[in-house]
Structure formats: structure tokens, C-alpha cells
């Protein structure tokens, strides 16, 4: 039992410590009005939650999510990057707090972001479920569960933090796009779905 509770702790923040940053800029937005931190945590275990359950059908020896389709997902951050950098843009005569408020993230659009930055959890999660006994997956995923909620707490500690919040106030018009727009494209091109467009095209 602690063996694979230790395991879990470890695959999880092996496969989700990028999410730190997406949880802290989240919340760092969230601290100027949008998106609200209790749609940023739903959003998270939506999301998480959905990646669990591809992982396990995926061991189960399904697919229900072609391989060649997932790094598409990578389009929702990018989107949003890319909407908040013009709105950004087109507001910045203005003193309008507005502007820093990611409007396009909802509860979906953060449950997007999560399953779209989730490829690694999958591909590391799918092995391990299926080679491990029911009652080992079981205790596993109760234990990501409980680290979700971990994440979500780091996230919003640091992202709401004064010391943070004043440090990044100057930069946090073009910080936020741009951890978005990094994401999207990071996703695009790990999955080789910008390759396989390019060869499809050619």
C-alpha cells in the first residue's frame, strides 16, 4: 500500500508539474475577476478526471482518442493565448483592470487546457493501470485525486500572493498569453501534429 501510494505521488508530479505554472497564471488572473478560482479548480478535476478515464480505457486495451488527434487539443490554449494578447493589445491606452481578466477561460476552457496539456499523464498513466491489480489503480487514482487538490491550493497560494501579484503586475498583461501560447504550441509540436500536417499538405 505505501509502495503505491509513494508511486502515485511520484507519477503525479512527474506528469503535472507544468501544471503549476497553468495553475498559478490562472490564479493570477483569477485575482483581477476572471476566471473565478472555484471554475479554475473544477476545471482542473474535470479535466484531470477525463484524462483518468482515457488512461484506464486505454489499459482496458481501447481507444477511444486516436493518437494522431490529441496534440489538436493543443489549439484551445494557443486560442486563448492568442484572444487575450489582442485584447490585451487593443486595451492598452486603458487603465481598465478588465484587461488582465482571461474572459475566453471558463470552467470548460480550463478543463480544455488540462486534457489538452495531459498527452504525458496518459502515456505514462495507461502502462502502469495495466499492469497493476484493480485495487492498486483504485488507490492510485484516490491519491491523484487528493493531489489535485494540492496543485490547485500551490496554485492559487503563489498566484494570489502580494509579494507575486505586485512583482508581476507589469508583466502580467503579456505573462499570461504567453504561458498559454507557449503551452499550445509546446503541445503542437511534441505531438508532431504540425509534421503530420506539414507531410499531409506536401
Request: net charge negative; proline share 3%; hydrophobic share 55%.
Amino acid at each position: 500500500m505505501l509502495a503505491t501510494i509513494g508511486s502515485a505521488i511520484g507519477l503525479f508530479a512527474a506528469t503535472n508539474i507544468d501544471d503549476i505554472v497553468v495553475l498559478t497564471v490562472l490564479f493570477l488572473a483569477s485575482s483581477r475577476g476572471k476566471p473565478r478560482p472555484w471554475q479554475i479548480v473544477a476545471g482542473q478535476y474535470l479535466g484531470f478526471i477525463t484524462l483518468v478515464v482515457i488512461s484506464v480505457i486505454a489499459a482496458l486495451g481501447l481507444t477511444i482518442v486516436p493518437d494522431e488527434w490529441v496534440g489538436f487539443l493543443g489549439l484551445i490554449p494557443l486560442g486563448i493565448g492568442i484572444w487575450t494578447l489582442i485584447r490585451g493589445l487593443r486595451r492598452n491606452s486603458d487603465d481598465d483592470d478588465d484587461d488582465s481578466k482571461i474572459t475566453a477561460v471558463g470552467l470548460w476552457g480550463v478543463a480544455g487546457i488540462t486534457i489538452a496539456n495531459g498527452a504525458d499523464n496518459i502515456s505514462l498513466y495507461t502502462p502502469i493501470f495495466r499492469t497493476s491489480t484493480p485495487g492498486d489503480v483504485a488507490v492510485m487514482i484516490v491519491v491523484f485525486l487528493i493531489l489535485v487538490a494540492v496543485w490547485c491550493a500551490a496554485g492559487r497560494l503563489i498566484g494570489t500572493n502580494k509579494a507575486v501579484t505586485e512583482g508581476l503586475e507589469r508583466v502580467e498583461h503579456w505573462l499570461v498569453p504567453a504561458v498559454f501560447i507557449g503551452l499550445g504550441l509546446f503541445i503542437l509540436i511534441e505531438s508532431g501534429v504540425i509534421v503530420r500536417l506539414i507531410e499531409v499538405l506536401a
